[in-house]
């Protein structure tokens, strides 16, 4: 019998999956198999929230497939080894898989791919993750891009006609003899459960990726474009986990909402989104084309930027939400709580850590990669480095966010502070950002103790925003 291995990797859907499409039409029986090797990830092993999310997606996965007649194989290890054991094990001749753009992943799949083929099988890779490969996608001269906006209107200039594939109806079974781990051998799930947020919020697998969309065309993409900036209103997608994970795709979205939306008055709104998965292609464009930017800045001049030594206790409060910063803190804590977080917020709690603190933004990157349920090498990097000001398109060195300011323009009545930030639950708009100025009485009648029930803030915005620029402008002063 002629069979095929599709090698899911986080393209963790069965509609619009190119792979698994060439593997039913090419052979008779096709083993869907997922690896576990967590040491193939170069220092960004999936972090705690990623490892819940994939644990519920891979039993959604296997529950879908075992609707359709077959099932997942699990297995634990190096990849190369375990495909060759199962190779050898079911006699299989070809394999598939969907394409990966992390450094490490880029690197092991081309050296599995050309071994597979040097004892001749059968190998092939699809592109189910991006509207464009990233080398799709160049300038005049074959370079990269660096900037988004010519970026953007270059990728729109290629022809963006989609079709999508339908899921299969049937999948043939997978070879009895042919064993799997346990799921939950994996060890994927926490072992004390701070998980009861994030099991509240979100669904993950293909059924909840198609469902959030629905419900976010239907309820929310027309007011996308100005309610995407509000944490206080529930105004975007919510899609970018279940993109991270491939359980739908960028052009299954762009194909769904033009259908639904040509010529209506959303139209303003869905070309907004669209734009925002054009963020998420730029992401992996400069990843594929910049791999260094996951430990270094794209702009060399900030390798000299002078960081503060961590202290210790300000990162661990930035971490668990008590800086004593309304809208920093809320964002933190809705962090820790949902695994997700809104961007608006990631902007001004990234802002707060790299230039109220001057904290490396690796540290709260590699704080984001634990805790995100989103947490993707591509758009973390490119949004660390943004908001650092040394990555591409970065946002100029002297844009200090105002955690003060962008609360009270973001989330005008507090109630997105107050909703994650209790302590604060009765404070009068007016001075929900900024407690510290709030009258003794009115801390009084809000039950609010400053330094005792919430804190003080960790550092002075403005001493902070000032020598922050200094050490700016030194940068500059030094011309590298
Ligand atoms: C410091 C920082 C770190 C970030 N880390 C990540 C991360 O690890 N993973 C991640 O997916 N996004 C990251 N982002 C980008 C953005 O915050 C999230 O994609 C977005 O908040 C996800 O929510 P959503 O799905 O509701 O987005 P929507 O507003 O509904 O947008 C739709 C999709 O577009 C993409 N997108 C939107 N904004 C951006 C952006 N600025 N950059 C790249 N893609 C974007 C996402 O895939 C998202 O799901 C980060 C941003 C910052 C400032």
Known sequence: MNIALLWFRRDLRLTDNPALNRALQSAECVVPLFIQSPEEE??????????WWLHHSLNALDASLRKLGSRLVIRQGESASVLRQIV????????????LYEPAAIERDKAIKQSLRDDGLLVESFNSALLKEPWEVKRGKGEPY?????????????????????????????????????????????????????????????????SRLDEFIDASIGEYATDRDRPDHAGTSCLAPHLHFGEIGPQQIVLEIRNRLEL??????????????????????????????????????FQHFPWNEPDVNKLKAWQQGKTGIPLVDAGMRELWHTGWMHNRVRMVVASFLVKNLRIHWLEGARWFWDTLVDADLANNTLGWQWVAGCGADAAPYFRIFNPVLQGERFDPEG??????????????????????????????????????????????????????????????????
């Open 42 to 51: 170069m220092g960004w092993a999936m972090g705690s929230a990623s490892r």
């Open 88 to 99: 050898r094990e079911t006699g299989a001749k070809q394999i598939f898989w969907n394409r």
């Open 146 to 210: 660096k900037v988004f906006t010519p970026y953007w209107k270059a990728l729109q200039s290629q022809s963006l006609e989609y079709s999508i594939l339908p899921a299969p109806t049937k999948v043939p079974p997978v070879p009895l003899e042919t064993n799997s781990l346990d799921l939950d051998s994996l060890g994927l799930l926490p072992t004390i459960a701070w998980d009861g947020g994030m099991n509240a919020f979100w669904q993950p697998g293909e059924e909840g990726a198609l």
């Open 264 to 301: 209506s008055s959303k139209q303003t709104g869905s070309d907004s989104y669209i734009r925002e998965l054009g963020w998420r292609e730029f992401a992996h464009h400069l990843l594929f084309h910049f791999p260094y930017t996951i430990e270094s800045p794209m702009d060399t001049r």
């Open 415 to 480: 109630d997105y502070v107050r909703q994650w930030v209790p302590e604060l639950s009765k404070m009068p708009a007016r001075f929900i950002h900024q407690p510290w100025l709030a009258p003794a009485a009115i801390l009084q009648s809000s039950g609010v103790s400053l330094g005792k029930n919430y804190p003080l803030p960790i550092v002075d915005l403005k001493t902070s925003r000032e020598q922050a620029l200094e050490a700016f402008k030194q940068l500059g002063a030094r011309g590298c």
